[in-house]
């Protein structure tokens, strides 16, 4: 009896973990950017795309997360704002807008190596 009240205590005080946890993780893969085209074309989240927004595309996390990535090649870091599914290569872990992918310095290349780190969902 008394280890049954302990340990419904003990879980009592345990917070649970949130359903999102697998996110949390830093992801590393490849990062692309949107086209021209898709500018003023509404994003899965509703809002209209804006290439000079600092957002970005992914396919499981949810709309609104703020998320840090960083150019491996360079160091550079920008947090962005997911507002969109994608992308749609297998290749790839992220689409950013032109805006971050200057801020990361890769806009010539059009993809590099990146890190994504959730900072809040």
């Not at 074309?41 to 795309?49: D, E, I, L, P, Q």
């Not at 870091?77 to 992220?94: E, F, K, L, Q």
Request: aromatic share 6%; proline share 3%; glycine share 6%.
């Amino acid at each position: 009896m008394r280890l049954t009240i302990a340990l419904t205590l003990l879980l009592a005080t345990v917070p649970a973990r949130p359903a999102l946890a697998r996110h949390h993780r830093a992801q590393v893969g490849m990062a692309s950017y949107y086209a021209a085209d898709f500018q003023g074309h509404r994003t899965a989240s509703g809002k209209k795309f804006d290439e000079w927004k600092l957002t970005a595309a992914h396919r499981t996390l949810p709309m609104g997360a703020r998320v840090r990535v960083t150019n491996l090649a360079n160091g550079r870091h920008v947090v962005v704002t997911i507002t969109d599914r994608g992308p749609y290569r297998r290749d790839r872990i992220i689409d950013l807008s032109r805006h971050a992918v200057r801020v990361l310095g890769f806009e010539r290349n059009g993809t590099t190596r990146v890190k994504v780190e959730v900072l809040s969902t």
